[in-house]
């Protein structure tokens, strides 16, 4: 299978002040002498209350990897990846979002995955568009790791349940865990899903 197609888009944003810069060519590497990229997965069904939690949370492990020079990477839908941009942009990380493309343009989202990559795009200091479907939860998947694959460790959002038919997470923290990509689990106290 041939690698999928990937293409920086550079926004007219700018990023924080003290962010660290992100392209490939970067002198600052992470394990395995990767460039030092975040990335995160978690539960598609949090709660509000538990996304106010993991944002709290996220914003000070994140802030220790902004200093460190890092850079955060998140595939757009909605739910927890605006929280970890939120979260990257006030700890001062560089934030880059991956959206979906067909045939080298970007893709349509639907519409509460629309608003949030808007959100993101905002947070962002760089794009890039990957060839997927984001109709398919298969090559949704399939994107998240290509994501894991090009990441120096992954903040999973995860309450230790295994994957099921709409819910991925477990099976992407052990695709990391497979690729010798850190994992570090995040399950704040009091943190809940509205259909586990």
């Known amino acids: 299978m041939s690698e999928p197609f990937m293409a920086d888009v550079d926004l007219p944003v700018r990023p924080p002040a003290h962010a ?11 394990e395995k002498g990767r460039p030092y990229v975040i990335a995160t997965v ?12 993991i944002e709290e949370q996220l914003r000070s492990r994140l802030a220790r990897f902004a ?31 991956v959206l ?7 893709a349509l989202l639907r519409e509460p995955d ?11 200091e760089r794009a890039e568009l990957l060839e997927y479907d984001p109709e398919d939860r298969g090559s949704c998947i399939g994107a998240d790791e290509h994501v894991l694959r090009n990441c120096s460790r992954l903040l999973a959002v995860w309450d230790g349940s295994p994957s099921t038919g709409r ?15 850190p994992v570090d689990v995040l399950w704040p106290r009091g943190a809940r899903r509205s259909r586990p």
């Open 20 to 30: 660290a810069p992100t392209r490939a060519s970067d002198k600052r590497v992470g």
């Open 42 to 53: 978690g539960h598609p069904d949090l709660t509000a209350p538990a996304l106010q939690l």
């Open 167 to 181: 819910d991925a997470t477990a099976h992407l923290v052990a695709f990391a865990r497979s690729h010798g990509v």
């Open 114 to 124: 629309r608003a949030a990559a808007g959100e993101l795009l905002i947070l962002s």
């Open 100 to 106: 979906p493309a067909r045939g080298g343009l970007p």
């Open 67 to 97: 200093r460190a020079g890092g850079t955060g990477l998140v595939r757009a839908a909605r739910g927890l990846p605006p929280v970890f941009g939120r979260a990257a942009r006030s700890a001062g990380l560089a934030l880059v979002t």
